[in-house]
């Protein structure tokens, strides 16, 4: 059974970087054909779509957090990561990663972990 | 971007009754490449919904989803308990978009 888990700072300050990691188990990132990616949930609102990174290393951001996400795998790890510089208030939510085999649906969730960004 | 409207917003119903939402697309969703989850308070969401009309595994039969182009639904045949949560519809058919979801509650 796949599994993955995030784990991460919990607190942020503003202006600074986010980091979190995923980490994958019951299966290879390295696995032709699916992708792995981020999605974050602001407190009481809906879901976004962060980025992902497909197996062949190709990465795919939001188009409005573009210039401020990077998505990257350790194959040997089988991690994969999240930045997301020059964090505001705004920023802060639950975060998720999340599996998606090629032209399919987000498959597998991981629980979830809260950063906050506050002074 | 393809934008996803889902309506209504809140839907106030009964255990037995049949719950109908909607999700709209601002443009073509390609090869019907929509889905449905569904999300309770604290969790995950979990796909209940891909294709526009194929359950996962594991899903009741009481979970249907059907539409195309623009239009797409998920009805709920007779509501158990357990269905009272945020439902979100997403495509993924140019990279990925989610609605904003509507809430299903008693």
Same mark, same amino acid.
């Given at each position: ?119 | ?7 209504? @917003?809140?839907? /106030?119903?009964?255990? =037995?009754?049949?719950?109908?939402? %909607?999700?709209?697309? *601002?443009? !073509? ?21 891909? @294709?526009?009309? /194929?359950?996962?595994? =594991?899903?009741?039969?009481?979970? %249907?989803?059907?539409? *195309?182009? !623009? ?21 993924? @058919? ?13």
């Amino acid at each position: 059974q796949l599994q993955l888990q995030e784990s991460g700072p919990g607190l942020v300050r503003p202006s600074e970087t986010l980091s979190l990691t995923c980490t994958v188990s019951g299966g290879s990132i390295s696995s032709s054909g699916y992708y792995w990616g981020w999605i974050r949930q602001p407190p009481g609102k809906g879901l976004e779509w962060v980025g992902s990174i497909y197996s062949s290393g190709n990465t795919y951001y939001n188009p409005s957090l573009k210039s401020r996400v990077t998505i990257s795998a350790d194959t040997s790890k089988n991690q994969f990561s999240l930045k997301l510089t020059s964090v505001t208030a705004a920023d802060t939510a639950v975060y998720y990663c999340v599996r998606h085999p090629r032209g399919e649906a987000f498959d597998y969730w991981g629980q979830g972990t809260l950063v906050t960004v506050s002074s | 971007e393809i934008v996803l409207t889902q309506s209504p @917003g809140t839907l /106030s119903l009964s255990p =037995g009754e049949r719950a109908t939402l %909607s999700c709209r697309a *601002s443009q !073509t969703v390609s090869s019907s490449n929509l889905a449905w989850y569904l999300q309770k308070p604290g969790q995950a969401p979990r796909l209940l919904i891909h @294709g526009a009309s /194929s359950r996962a595994t =594991g899903i009741p039969d009481r979970f %249907s989803g059907s539409g *195309s182009g !623009t239009d797409f639904t998920l009805t709920i045949s007779r509501l158990e308990p357990e269905d009272f949560a945020v439902y979100y519809c997403q495509q993924y @058919g140019s990279l990925w978009t989610f609605g904003q979801g509507t809430k299903v509650e008693i």
